[in-house]
């Protein structure tokens, strides 16, 4: 059962694009949504993060757009650099102190960006 | 601080054979998960360790067992691997309460055959 779905599985960008990864996430009991970044042969490492009572959170480049009653939530990259190539995965949890920060992941999208 | 570090960083095992992965914090952290990851699958739970002396089972337990050693220490172990369990796993840690970020390790890949 997956509860977070994450499209498309892989986007190649040209350099100065825009990438935009989208999730879509089951349980209306979520209320942290993580997007993590991924470099080959490293771990992934928290890029962004959101909480449902926002509807947008900006952080230099990259930004998450959070729609509530569409149960869905998307990465933007602006002007997206060969630098930014790799995986990205979006999570969700339960921002509350007996969930221990368990995290739900998406399938993952790899991302290409050509120079 | 090295953050999260695990071994070995890869291995090969026969299908019947045990290991155990090691993983290590040094950031202080409450919780403790461990995570495999595998092509289109994203990183799915296997166990985690809310705290000290306490661990449960995640989205994918079947096949695993785990031991949260110390404060620091939380290891997974393969009692009788099978080809289904070649994988890339991760340890994470993080404080458990408050921030929610995890913290990664760099993984082990281990292939069995």
């Known amino acids: 059962q997956q509860q977070v779905k994450q499209s498309p599985q892989s986007l190649i960008v040209q350099k100065g694009g825009i990438s935009i990864i989208n999730c879509a996430y089951e349980n209306t009991a979520f209320d942290y949504f993580p997007w993590y970044q991924q470099f080959p042969g490293k771990g992934p490492a928290l890029l962004i993060a959101?909480?449902?009572?926002?509807s947008e959170k900006k952080e230099g480049r990259f930004t998450i757009s959070f729609n509530k009653s569409a149960k869905q939530f998307s990465l933007h990259i602006m002007d997206s650099q060969p630098g930014d190539s790799a995986t990205y995965f979006c999570a969700a949890s339960f921002a509350r102190r007996t969930s221990y920060g368990k995290l739900t992941f998406g399938q993952g999208t790899i991302l290409t960006v050509h120079p | 601080n090295a953050g999260v570090t695990q071994t070995p960083k890869f291995q090969v095992l026969k299908t019947g054979q045990s290991m155990t992965l090691q993983c290590a914090q040094d950031?202080?952290?409450?919780?403790m998960y461990w995570y495999r990851q595998d092509p289109g699958m994203g990183l799915r739970l296997i166990y985690y360790s809310a705290s000290e002396g306490t661990t449960d089972k995640g989205e994918v337990p079947n096949g695993y067992n785990v031991s949260r050693l110390n404060k620091r220490e939380f290891s997974l172990r393969l009692e009788s691997a099978a080809p289904s369990q070649t994988s890339v796993y991760f340890c994470?840690?993080?404080?458990?309460?408050?921030?929610?970020?995890?913290?990664f390790g760099p993984g082990t890949r281990l292939t069995v055959t």
């Open positions: 950031m202080n952290h409450n919780s």
């Open positions: 959101i909480r449902p009572d926002v």
């Open positions: 994470a840690s993080s404080t458990g309460t408050g921030s929610y970020e995890q913290y």
